[in-house]
T-cell receptor, first 115, second 113 residues
Framework: GAGVSQSPSNKVTEKGKDVELRCDPISGHTALYWYRQSLGQGLEFLIYFQGNSAPDKSGLPSDRFSAERTGGSVSTLTIQRTQQEDSAVYLC?????????????FGPGTRLLVL | DQQVKQNSPSLSVQEGRISILNCDYTNSMFDYFLWYKKYPAEGPTFLISISSIKDKNEDGRFTVFLNKSAKHLSLHIVPSQPGDSAVYFCAASANGANSKLTFGKGITLSVRP
């Protein structure tokens, strides 16, 4: 079946502009996660959705970052007034309760470059 | 404070030999551990996992060992194949299903033909 998809695959933007990143989870997966990976670093947790609600937003680095999920499916991560330090690969993952505790399946990521 | 540590950034092994990838953690609340494999320009792919109630889990050529007292886990790949060359991430979660993962920085494995 189809895996997690993300769009765009690459995004180049100018400092100060807003960007929207999209994630389409595996059909039927109730949990959705956003992570980011900066150069030479591991994946850093940003936010977790269970259905449409976000019980854990603890990883969002600033109030410029926000995310929503509608219909228990597609999620959008928005970064306002982008800064150069926002440059990273943004990864989305989804999981279901039947996938085994903690088993998350990742999309290919969106590579964001802020000039 | 890094809660999951992969202290070796890279490992090179000969094809057919064993690859041993190590991971240490500091948070005693972690109860589930996973290994992901990542190729360039792709998202991480789930490889194998282990619950804290076990000390070993095996899946084909891949075995994960967990030493809770030492807060250490390792991934063994036997025999190693050139296609195993990738970045391997160790990850951990607390409080069971649908919990956020905390990742190490990864280790780059190169398997020489």
């Amino acid at each position: 079946g189809a895996g997690v998809s993300q769009s765009p695959s690459n995004k180049v933007t100018e400092k100060g502009k807003d960007v929207e990143l999209r994630c389409d989870p595996i059909s039927g997966h109730t949990a959705l996660y956003w992570y980011r990976q900066s150069l030479g670093q591991g994946l850093e947790f940003l936010i977790y959705f269970q259905g449409n609600s976000a019980p854990d937003k603890s990883g969002l680095p600033s109030d410029r970052f926000s995310a929503e999920r509608t219909g228990g499916s597609v999620s959008t991560l928005t970064i306002q007034r982008t800064q150069q330090e926002d440059s990273a690969v943004y990864l989305c993952a989804s999981s279901s309760s039947s996938a085994g505790a903690g088993t998350q399946y990742f999309g290919p990521g969106t590579r964001l470059l802020v000039l | 404070d890094q809660q999951v540590k992969q202290n070796s950034p890279s490992l090179s092994v000969q094809e057919g030999r064993i690859s041993i990838l190590n991971c240490d953690y500091t948070n005693s609340m972690f109860d589930y551990f996973l290994w992901y494999k990542k190729y360039p320009a792709e998202g991480p792919t789930f490889l194998i996992s282990i619950s804290s109630i076990k000390d070993k889990n095996e899946d084909g050529r891949f075995t994960v060992f967990l030493n809770k007292s030492a807060k250490h886990l390792s991934l063994h790949i036997v025999p190693s194949q050139p296609g195993d060359s990738a970045v391997y991430f160790c990850a951990a979660s607390a409080n069971g299903a649908n919990s956020k993962l905390t990742f190490g920085k990864g280790i780059t494995l190169s398997v020489r033909p």
